[in-house]
C-alpha cells in the first residue's frame, strides 16, 4: 500500500513539446504529492507539489494534473527544452515525514 | 540561502576504514534526513532527524551511524562497510520537522567502498 507507481521509464520528446509523466499511488492517507527533478551527479531538487484538495497547479511550464478519485497523479512539462533533460521522481507523503518515491523517469528532450 | 552542503564530494574507503559524512544547513530547518541512493533507483531514506532527535531509522544496518550535533548540521558515521554500500548519500532538510514535508536535498557524497 506503501507504492507510487510511475510511467514512463524513459522518455523522449523533441524541443517545443509536452512531456508527460504519470504516478499513481494506493495509498489513500497520503496527502502530499511532490515532483523532483534531478540532473546526473546532483541531488534531487523539489520541482513543483500539490495537496489533495486541489486539483491543478502550474508553476511556469510546469503543471501538476491530480485526480483524487482514481488515485493519480501526472506532471506536465509545456514547451519542454533540452536544459529539462533529467530524471524525474514523483513521490507521495503522510505526516509521518518519509516519502515515498516513484522509480523515476528520463526525460531526454531533443533540440 | 536555501542550500543544503554536503562534504566531502567523492569519498573512497576500504572496508576497514572509519569515515564521516557531514551535512550542514542554514536555513532554520528542524528535521533532517539521509538517504541512499543507487544509481538509476529512487532515494531510499535511512534516518530522520526531528529538532535533533532520531525520530526513523529504516532498519539500517549499525556500520552506519547518524549523528545530529545541533539544529544545523547532521553526520553520518560510516565503518566495516561493504562494496554494496557504495552509492550516493544525499541529505535532507524541511522547515517543521516531519510535518513540514517539503524536503531539500544537498548535492550528495558519491562513496565508494573498496
Known amino acids: 500500500q506503501q507504492q507510487v507507481k510511475q510511467s514512463p521509464q524513459s522518455l523522449i520528446v523533441q524541443k517545443g513539446g509536452i512531456s508527460i509523466i504519470n504516478c499513481a499511488y494506493e495509498?489513500?492517507?497520503?496527502?502530499?504529492f511532490p515532483w523532483y527533478q534531478q540532473f546526473p551527479g546532483k541531488g534531487p531538487a523539489l520541482l513543483i507539489a500539490?495537496?489533495?484538495?486541489?486539483s491543478e497547479k502550474k508553476e511556469g511550464r510546469f503543471t501538476i494534473s491530480f485526480n483524487k478519485s482514481a488515485k493519480q497523479f501526472s506532471l506536465h512539462i509545456m514547451d519542454s527544452q533540452p536544459g529539462d533533460s533529467a530524471t524525474y521522481f514523483c513521490a507521495a507523503s503522510k505526516d509521518d515525514g518519509k516519502l515515498t518515491f516513484g522509480q523515476g523517469t528520463i526525460l531526454t528532450v531533443h533540440p | 540561502d536555501t542550500e543544503v552542503t554536503q562534504t566531502p564530494k567523492h569519498l573512497v574507503m576500504g572496508m576497514t576504514n572509519k569515515k564521516s559524512l557531514k551535512c550542514e544547513q542554514h536555513?532554520?530547518?528542524?528535521?533532517m534526513y539521509w538517504y541512499k541512493q543507487k544509481a538509476k533507483k529512487p532515494p531510499e531514506l535511512m534516518f530522520v532527524?526531528?529538532?535533533?532527535?532520531?525520530?526513523i531509522n529504516e532498519s539500517v544496518p549499525s556500520r552506519f551511524s547518524p549523528e545530529c550535533p545541533n539544529s544545523s548540521l547532521l553526520n553520518l558515521h560510516l565503518h566495516a562497510l561493504q562494496p554494496e554500500d557504495s552509492a550516493l548519500y544525499l541529505c535532507?532538510?524541511?522547515?517543521?520537522?516531519?510535518?513540514?514535508?517539503?524536503?531539500?536535498f544537498g548535492p550528495g557524497t558519491r562513496l565508494t567502498v573498496t
Open positions: 500539490i495537496r489533495p484538495d486541489v
Open positions: 495509498n489513500t492517507a497520503f496527502d502530499y
Open positions: 536555513m532554520g530547518h528542524r528535521a
Open positions: 535532507a532538510s524541511s522547515p517543521s520537522g516531519t510535518s513540514s514535508y517539503e524536503q531539500y
Open positions: 532527524y526531528s529538532y535533533e532527535k532520531l525520530s
